[in-house]
């Protein structure tokens, strides 16, 4: 089969290329799928370029990467089931990451065939082209483990930071399935797009700063993390929460052996006294049933994937220059 492979960390321009390679053989409880469009986001990137140093202690690689394909998202047709698969059978069409972890490893998604534990796949809703189904798992399920559920939401106020990102775009629309009133921050030239989420107002963060307008929410979602917990701490009501989902701009806003962590660390160290701060979760929730919820929100019609761009699998490296241009409004797809 045709898949992207890289031996060695460092720019997708240099590192990426597209060879044949065997394809992927089913373990127990794994389906071999025939992928019909894959998606990239920033962890892909940070994997690829090995940066930060950290993530090749966890799970991606010392020297060079153990797994040599990239990408973690995808839709396409189940081929063969492995010993031990129930609920999938050849011709079902699915979704979801590749990986059944963190995404901070390849996943062999940017291929013709990967190999993907069962528990992490859904059924594609019939609503869904490929490439908008593929567009969906990482960004969806950063933003519906990340959110307050819909008893916590339901009348509130929330801000998404970054709201015309990945994760900002699944964040406004499942916040307002939630029934909770959503401001979107984003660039100027992408407000239209944010609007058409669902946004009931949108902020361009070039003009305004969204900490000093005195307006208060009940949760403030951060993408970027442009602005300090103090600062946020501002824009919130006696009560509101601040989730920092954190964005280092590509290696560039986060140092490069620890990336955002101890950021995200030093909010979780301070949680336990600040009721604006969620603790730390002690559990990854559970991936299947999360792709089934993401999936009934696309079928209802409340998640409306947005395809930007899609390119071939040998074009891997402009797709990933096109997602760091911050360009993008919507997803940026390969197809095999
Ligand atoms: N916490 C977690 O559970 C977790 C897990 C995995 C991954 N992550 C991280 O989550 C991030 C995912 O981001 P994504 O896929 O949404 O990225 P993305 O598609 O690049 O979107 C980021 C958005 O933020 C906007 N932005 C940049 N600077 C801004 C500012 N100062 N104010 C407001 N908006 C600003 C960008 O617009 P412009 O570029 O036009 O400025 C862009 O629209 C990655 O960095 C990933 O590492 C978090």
Known sequence: MRAVVQDRYGPPS??????????????????????????????VWHVVTGRPYALRLMGSGLRRPTRRIPGTDMAGLVVETGDGVAGFAPGDAVFGETVRGYQWRNGGAFAEYVAVPAQVLAPRPANLTPAQAAAV?????????????????????????????????????????????????????KLDFVRALGADRVVDYEHTDFTRTGERFDVIFDVPGNHGFSACRRALTSTGVYILIGHDQFGASAGR????????????????????????????????????????????????????????????????????????????????
């Open 137 to 189: 798992p990482t960004s969806g399920l950063i933003a519906l483990h990340n959110l307050p559920d819909a008893d916590a939401l339901a009348g509130r106020s929330v801000l998404v930071n970054g709201a015309a990102g990945g994760v900002g775009a699944c964040a406004v629309q499942i916040a307002r399935a939630r029934g909770a009133t959503v401001t979107g921050v984003d660039a100027g030239a």
């Open 257 to 336: 052996w620890l990336g955002s962590m101890p950021r995200v660390l030093g909010l979780v160290a301070r949680s336990p006294f600040t009721k604006h701060l969620p603790g730390p979760s002690v559990s990854m929730p559970d991936k299947g049933t999360s792709m089934a919820a993401l999936a009934d929100l696309a079928a209802a019609g409340q998640l409306r994937p947005v395809v930007d761009e899609s390119y071939p699998l040998d074009e891997v490296a402009a797709a990933l220059r096109h997602l760091q241009s911050g360009t993008a409004r919507g997803k940026i797809v390969l197809t095999p």
């Open 14 to 43: 240099e590192v990426l290329a597209v060879r044949d390679v065997e394809r992927p053989r089913p373990g127990p409880d794994e389906v071999l799928v025939q992928v019909q469009a894959a998606s990239v986001h920033p962890d």
